[in-house]
């Protein structure tokens, strides 16, 4: 926002004074805050810092001591330079005591060889700095505005750090916890030099604060997040070339303009009100199914108004045994398609097929797609001793109608209204029957994942039921078998812990156990402490198994486990102890996997 020593020296009204720097030529980079005229030497005393000091000198004391005192004194309260008119009290030039006093303390001193009206240096010097001003204040404007529109218009990530990006003119990179790349815009310079080894880089980025600047790497950095929990930091490097400004020993690190902190605040609240919006293209009845199930599966409405306006589509929720069911294929983009229209409409089918299945089964349900990739629906049941008969019915009816659609015959029934309200016998308008399941093996019936919670009384629980079902079958895709309905019993932790890895709360947990040791092995790369803590647990915390798995010998490998146990303040001989480490290191795999 500020002009600097050296833009202030190139002013006509200054270069009208024949300006000659006779030392501190190293600081003609720091910004000028103000210009102040002083006659007195206790000058300093009345100044804040940043200042510009215009004297003739007429004031300044006689004896070396004095001088050597008032540059020291004007150096320490932070003032920008001191200019010198010579002429009244100086005719030649500065003293020489003066003249080594401001370069050994770093503060430009510049002489003034002809006579110069300080009014009109004070004068360009104020008007460059309000323009400054202004201009910071309309670019701050546009920001908000940009990211007003950004928010309304529901804009995407990358459309987010792409304008953010614009208008920095920096790099910018959206992060989650663990510190993996969810986005990132490289303002023109090398993607591949900006995210080589991004998570050990990013380690080492500590800010202060919620929002803040790390001097040491030059990211200006702050959180992302929501309702009070966040799930990732945006960062801005700053100034975009990645080199730090250089400062003057003891002086503190100089920080990006304050538009930019405004700016990535910004972009951040952006980012964060675009991941709760959802949007979706249904019709009203099956949107009305979504709305119910989200409401469910959010908390976002009571329970009990979720029953009554399920019971009026006909789906009877209360006095029932609930079952949360989730579809959805193995595959996130199947072979021969691509896309988000192909992606649509595959999804479309999924929740048709599901519908219809439904239907035949004979059983009462809401269902609707709940994301991008899975058809959910909750099963009421009048029995609880039928819930296992109910979703064998459930799972064969669904491949009898997957297998019909993929042989190319619209699957068996007249179009008629499903118990789920919904209109499930036919495809989707464009869509043809044999298209419908494209990418899967019809002779098998597999290319889908059927998971089931575990049944609940109430649907005040229903929401566990449907959570359940939806982490069973992500953590399903890793299960190469072909089981009719997925179950809890059938996900191990590996499993558990892949489906959750997006969760905050998971990753704030590696970070917990394992941050110190990961910042460490970013410090130290050739060592890799992490290796060494993974041959230990799983060789069953048998330390001489643990070296050779990890082709140490014995001494080497004992050490560095006891420099582990330094650094994470950790008994690695407790069998809790090392049962949580273990867990974390499993958790930071599966956070690490797409």
């Not at 104020?126 to 701050?140: C, K, M, P, S, Y």
């Not at 979706?280 to 989200?294: F, P, S, V």
């Not at 494209?438 to 575990?454: E, L, N």
């Not at 303040?569 to 499993?586: K, Y």
């Amino acid at each position: 926002m500020f002009p600097t020593v050296r833009e202030v020296l190139a002013l006509d009204p200054v270069r009208h004074g024949a300006p000659r720097v006779v030392a501190g030529d190293a600081g003609l980079d720091r910004p000028v805050r103000w210009v102040h005229v002083a006659e007195v030497p206790d000058i300093a005393t009345l100044l804040g810092g940043g200042e510009l000091v215009l004297t003739t000198g007429i004031g300044l004391p006689g004896d070396d001591a004095g001088l050597r005192a008032f540059i020291g004194d004007l150096a320490d309260v932070g003032v920008s330079g001191l200019v010198v008119e010579l002429g009244r009290r100086y005719v030649s030039g500065v003293p020489r005591v003066m003249a080594a006093t401001a370069e050994r303390r770093g503060l430009p001193l510049v002489e003034l060889r002809r006579a110069t009206p300080f009014v009109r240096i004070t004068e360009a010097v104020h008007a460059l700095i309000v323009d400054a001003q202004l201009t910071e204040l309309r670019a701050t404007e546009e920001i908000h505005q940009r990211f007003n529109d950004l928010s309304v218009e529901g804009a995407d990530a990358a459309e987010v750090i792409r304008q953010a990006a614009e208008l920095s003119g920096c790099p910018v990179v959206l992060e989650n916890l663990s510190r993996q790349v969810l986005g990132y815009d490289h303002a023109g310079e090398s993607a591949e030099l900006l995210l080589d080894g991004w998570e050990q880089h990013s380690r080492r980025i500590r800010p202060a604060g919620r929002t803040a600047y790390d001097p040491d790497s030059g990211w200006l950095v702050t959180a992302v997040g929501a309702r009070g929990q966040d799930w990732g930091r945006l960062l801005l490097r700053w100034p975009a070339n990645g080199d730090v400004p250089s400062v003057q020993a003891g002086e503190p690190a100089a920080g990006p303009p304050t538009r930019l902190s405004i700016l990535i605040e910004r972009a951040a609240s952006t980012l964060a009100l675009g991941r709760l919006i959802r949007r979706d293209a249904e019709g009203l009845e099956r949107q009305i199914h979504r709305t119910l199930l989200t409401a469910l599966l959010d908390h976002s409405r009571p329970v009990d108004e979720v029953a009554l306006r399920a019971k009026a589509l006909g789906v009877l929720l209360d006095r029932r045994h609930l079952v949360g069911v989730m579809v959805r294929h193995r595959a996130d983009d199947p072979a021969g398609e691509s896309g988000p229209e192909a992606g649509q409409a595959r999804l479309r089918d999924l929740s048709e097929a599901v519908g219809q299945a439904l239907r035949e089964a004979k059983l009462t349900a809401l269902t609707s797609a709940v994301d991008d990739n899975s058809v959910g629906a909750l099963l009421a049941l009048a029995d609880p001793a039928a819930e296992d008969r109910a979703l064998s019915a459930f799972a064969s009816a669904l491949r009898r109608v997957r297998l019909d659609a993929g042989t190319g015959r619209a699957p068996a029934g007249e179009a008629s209204r499903s118990a789920t309200g919904a209109d499930v016998s036919r495809p989707a308008p464009g869509v043809e029957p044999a298209r419908a399941v494209a990418g899967v093996d019809p002779s098998r019936g597999g290319g889908v994942i059927v998971a089931a919670g575990s049944g609940v009384s109430s649907l005040r629980e229903a929401r566990r039921s449907l959570v359940e079902a939806r982490q069973i079958a992500e953590a399903a895709r890793r299960d190469r078998r072909d089981l009719p309905i997925f179950r809890l019993p059938h996900v191990g932790l590996a499993g558990l812990l892949h489906l959750l890895r997006d969760e905050p709360r998971l990753q704030t947990f590696v970070e917990r156990e394992l941050g110190a040791l990961l910042e460490y092995d970013a410090r130290h790369p050739r060592e890799q402490l992490l290796d060494t803590l993974r041959a230990y647990l799983e060789q069953g915390r048998n330390k001489s198994a643990g070296a050779a798995a990890a082709h140490l010998s014995r001494p080497a490998f004992y050490e560095r486990l006891a420099r582990i146990a330094r650094i994470l303040d950790a008994d690695l001989d407790s069998v809790e102890t090392s049962l949580s480490l273990h867990v974390a290191l499993l958790a930071l795999e599966a956070v690490r996997t797409p």
